[in-house]
C-alpha cells in the first residue's frame, strides 16, 4: 500500500472535501462534508486504512449497501435528529475491509459526515 501520511490527508479532504456533497442512494440524501467532520474521523485514529478510506470516501458513501440507525447522544439531541452508520465492503491489495461511516442529520435536515 502506497503510504498516506495525515498531513497530506487533512490537506487533500480541506481541497476536495470541504463544502461538497455525495449522493447517498441507501439514505436517498445528499451527505455534506465539513472539516469538523474530517478532523474527527482522523482524530482518534491515523492508520493507513482510514487515511485511504478519507480520500475514497465519497465513492464509499455513494456505494453503502447497509444502513443501521444509531444513537443520539444527549448532549446532541438539540441539533442533531439522527443518526445512521453505513457499512460496505472495501479492498485495498487485495483484502477486504468492512467499512462504517457514521452520517448525522441535523434538526434542519442536513446530513453530515463524520467518522468512518
Known amino acids: 500500500m502506497k503510504t498516506i ?9 480541506k481541497r ?17 462534508f465539513r472539516m469538523d467532520g474530517i478532523n474527527h474521523a482522523l482524530y482518534y485514529k491515523k492508520e ?3 487515511l485511504s478510506v478519507l480520500l475514497n470516501i465519497q465513492e464509499i458513501i455513494k456505494t453503502a ?10 448532549k446532541d439531541k438539540n441539533k442533531i ?3 445512521f452508520l453505513l457499512s460496505c465492503s472495501y479492498v485495498i491489495e487485495k ?13 434542519t435536515g442536513k446530513y453530515y459526515y463524520v467518522l468512518s
Open 16 to 32: 476536495n472535501l470541504v463544502n461538497t456533497q455525495v449522493y447517498c442512494p441507501v439514505l436517498k440524501a445528499y451527505v455534506n
Open 95 to 107: 483484502k477486504d475491509y468492512k467499512i462504517y461511516v457514521v452520517i448525522k442529520e441535523s434538526k
Open 65 to 74: 449497501d447497509k444502513v443501521k440507525i444509531g444513537i443520539v447522544k444527549p
Open 48 to 50: 493507513e486504512i482510514r
Open 81 to 83: 435528529k439522527a443518526v
Open 5 to 13: 501520511d495525515l498531513k497530506f490527508a487533512k490537506d487533500w479532504a
